[in-house]
Each structure stands twice: as structure tokens, then as C-alpha cells.
């Protein structure tokens, strides 16, 4: 099956698929911010990373 026989069966997969794939980006570049805000935290508190 090819994706356009995909899309015309069910063309609500993809945009669960793209709303899923966004929410996983969102939430990486949330783990992202966070790591950094934690590093410079033990930078500051002098146990580096």
C-alpha cells in the first residue's frame, strides 16, 4: 500500500502522525533547555559537567 492509498483510507493518521511528531519535539527541546539550565547550575556550584 502506498502512502497516498494510506492517506485516502485514513487521512486522519497523518495528522495524528504529525501532531505526535510535534509534541515529540516540543518535549525534546524541553529536555534540551532543561539539561542546559542544570549544567550551568552545577557550573555555578563549581561540580562542572
Known amino acids: ?3 497516498s492509498e494510506a ?3 485514513n487521512p486522519g493518521a497523518l495528522t ?3 501532531g505526535l511528531h510535534l509534541l515529540l519535539a516540543r518535549d525534546i ?3 534540551i533547555f532543561h539539561c542546559r539550565t ?5 557550573l555555578k ?3 562542572g559537567l
Open 16 to 18: 495524528q502522525g504529525l
Open 45 to 47: 556550584q563549581g561540580k
Open 29 to 31: 527541546r524541553r529536555n
Open 7 to 9: 492517506f485516502t483510507i
Open 38 to 42: 542544570l549544567r550551568t547550575h552545577w
Open 1 to 3: 500500500m502506498t502512502a
